[in-house]
């Protein structure tokens, strides 16, 4: 059997620098290097076991990237858009740390700890909502773990989030501005602790400036898919009384204006629209979307800096990292018709 | 230490049953069952080791999902909104088998080598465009393996792909039969081998058939963004003499579509263009964007069942899989005027 040890001495390096190459930690190691231990590798059919690395050192260098089944989402969410942007970086950036990705959607709390003790997980990655149990047990473990999206009440815990109340509260208030008065809420179901409830909050408090008093019979909870965008779009054609609409993504919203277009009312004429997210689709919406604009890419990267930072037991300077949203104007609001 | 076998002779089922419920094949075990187990491995703090059983087993149950990394590419296809509808389904699936998903972007096929034996990975699914040379050693590593989108010349690989060619021809016939005799087609980078030099061979049969020679100059090359689309549109209004054009993504089409409509070109009335994919996004474009549907969340399905039966041995009737594709019609093609 051909050792770590056989290769670096063939080599003339050390053993930490064929388990750089090993395992792609490439900005290490000259190019050149790079290349002469590969030949060796090959030449000698060394193959590294990662199972026996594992049990050695009591760890698996295998990051998991974990998301919540709910009875409402027996697929996983790993196929959301906002998740594989974050994957994307995430994969990339633990790439180049020499760390594996593990992807996994797990329904209770005791899959998760099962998950990353059998595995011997090095760090873990939360993304979405999960119930307080989730994060005791996240805790419990004793790893690096960061979580994404994730409302928690620990000031232990590294997160990475957005101004969701704030970017609820100035969509909000540009319709108001605009001077609309009656303003649907739009998003799928609020779930107590979600980013859905903290853009609802702000919603409320932009109304309540304005003096106007929260109705719930404005809040319309749909899935987000096109599909259900476009059969809302419909049914508020028909509400003459609301003349904006927020909507808590920009699927739903734009939807929600094929929708409200199938139904021969215009956007802006007719009523307003206003999404979340800045997705590229509310570019090419007509007219473009006015949309809240957040960084879904920059999420994974800070979520793998910080999560990078803890198995480098580097100090953390900013465990909250909470993430600004800003309006982008387009083309979907002016003043209502008087 | 509590081993498998500790916990069956207490739950008083096989160790099989209890290696069901710990990886999670939940199908193979009643509720009831599982819920008693679950609580005889919290009370007696029973972890599984997967590196031990890596090790006993010389295999890991953990599938590999390779993208391939290019110089062009430099982060990895996983955020592709394409991967993203496989890796949902590829998670769910081969979850419910007591499988983990292990995502990996790859420059060298010594990596993919590499990453396979020293994982002793179960299985692997390759996305997208490799080289000969990934072919042959993913071959060699003698472990199941099915190719999505990869054009290979091997009938004892699995794989699953699309129309491709054909998607290209009716396409660019759909054009013809509207009376377009100029026409575009734009795409990314066109490499030997891929997915979109057969769309390419499909839009020039097509011409071919019509007695119009391949004209180079009319291949527009842009990667897939909305914004690089847009540019695209800004050069092609410019283009009197283009009434048509067949774009290769939904997403490149509908950012010309954006930059045509910026420069005053009115689509279908001054310019038709045709997409390909059938994203969403196609029904919310103004007009709705004419496209060749795919159904891309069926191919990680049938791709990941291709997996599963060769890794139950069981039998696998149709090692080549091509998915179907059709024309739909929305409203971005019309004649040109005269």
């Given at each position: 059997?051909?050792?770590?040890?056989?290769?670096?001495?063939?080599?003339?390096?050390?053993?930490?620098?064929?388990s750089?190459?090993?395992?792609?930690?490439?900005?290490?190691?000259?190019?050149?290097?790079?290349?002469?231990?590969?030949?060796?590798?090959?030449?000698?059919?060394?193959?590294?076991?990662?199972?026996?690395?594992?049990?050695?050192?009591?760890q698996?260098?295998?990051?998991?990237?974990?998301?919540?089944?709910?009875?409402?989402?027996?697929?996983?969410?790993?196929?959301?858009?906002?998740l594989?942007?974050?994957?994307?970086?995430?994969?990339?950036?633990?790439?180049?740390?020499?760390?594996?990705?593990?992807?996994?959607?797990?329904?209770?709390?005791?899959?998760?700890?099962?998950?990353?003790?059998?595995?011997?997980?090095?760090?873990?990655?939360?993304?979405?909502?999960?119930q307080?149990?989730?994060?005791?047990?996240?805790?419990?473990?004793?790893?690096?773990?960061?979580?994404?999206?994730?409302y928690?009440?620990?000031?232990?815990?590294?997160?990475?989030?957005?101004?969701?109340?704030?970017?609820?509260?100035?969509?909000?208030?540009?319709?108001?501005?605009?001077?609309?008065?009656?303003?649907?809420?739009?998003?799928?179901?609020?779930?107590?602790?979600?980013?859905?409830?903290?853009?609802?909050?702000?919603?409320?408090?932009?109304?309540?400036?304005?003096?106007?008093?929260?109705?719930p019979?404005?809040?319309?909870?749909?899935?987000?898919?096109?599909?259900?965008?476009?059969?809302?779009?419909?049914?508020?054609?028909?509400?003459?009384?609301?003349?904006?609409?927020?909507?808590?993504?920009?699927?739903?919203?734009?939807?929600?204006?094929?929708?409200?277009?199938?139904?021969?009312?215009?956007?802006?004429?007719?009523?307003?629209?206003?999404?979340?997210?800045?997705?590229?689709?509310?570019?090419?919406?007509?007219?473009?979307?006015?949309?809240?604009?957040?960084?879904?890419?920059?999420?994974?990267?800070?979520?793998?800096?910080?999560?990078?930072?803890?198995?480098?037991?580097?100090?953390?300077?900013?465990?909250?990292?909470?993430?600004?949203?800003?309006?982008?104007?387009?083309?979907?609001?002016?003043?209502?018709?008087?």
């Amino acid at each position: 059997m051909v050792t770590l040890k056989d290769i670096a001495a063939e080599a003339g390096v050390s053993i930490t620098t064929v388990s750089n190459v090993v395992h792609n930690r490439k900005s290490r190691v000259s190019p050149e290097l790079v290349a002469k231990i590969w030949k060796i590798i090959e030449r000698e059919h060394y193959v590294p076991s990662m199972s026996a690395r594992s049990l050695a050192n009591d760890q698996s260098c295998i990051i998991g990237v974990i998301t919540h089944l709910t009875p409402q989402n027996t697929g996983s969410t790993v196929g959301d858009p906002f998740l594989s942007s974050f994957v994307d970086s995430i994969e990339k950036q633990t790439r180049d740390e020499g760390y594996y990705l593990m992807i996994r959607a797990v329904e209770e709390a005791k899959e998760l700890s099962a998950l990353s003790r059998s595995w011997r997980l090095s760090g873990l990655i939360l993304t979405g909502m999960f119930q307080d149990d989730f994060f005791r047990t996240t805790k419990e473990l004793g790893i690096p773990y960061v979580l994404i999206d994730s409302y928690v009440d620990d000031p232990d815990a590294c997160c990475v989030g957005l101004e969701d109340e704030k970017g609820g509260y100035i969509a909000t208030k540009h319709l108001l501005e605009n001077g609309h008065r009656v303003i649907a809420f739009a998003s799928p179901s609020v779930r107590p602790g979600g980013v859905i409830e903290k853009r609802l909050i702000g919603y409320r408090r932009a109304l309540a400036e304005y003096g106007i008093s929260y109705d719930p019979s404005l809040v319309f909870t749909q899935e987000i898919s096109v599909e259900e965008g476009k059969q809302l779009g419909r049914l508020l054609a028909a509400k003459k009384e609301i003349t904006g609409i927020f909507a808590s993504a920009d699927i739903l919203a734009a939807g929600i204006m094929a929708g409200l277009s199938e139904s021969d009312v215009s956007v802006p004429q007719d009523k307003s629209v206003v999404g979340f997210d800045d997705l590229y689709l509310s570019q090419l919406t007509i007219p473009g979307l006015t949309t809240i604009h957040q960084d879904a890419g920059q999420k994974g990267i800070l979520a793998t800096e910080m999560l990078l930072k803890q198995l480098r037991r580097e100090p953390i300077a900013e465990k909250n990292i909470i993430l600004p949203v800003h309006l982008v104007k387009r083309g979907s609001v002016q003043p209502p018709k008087r």
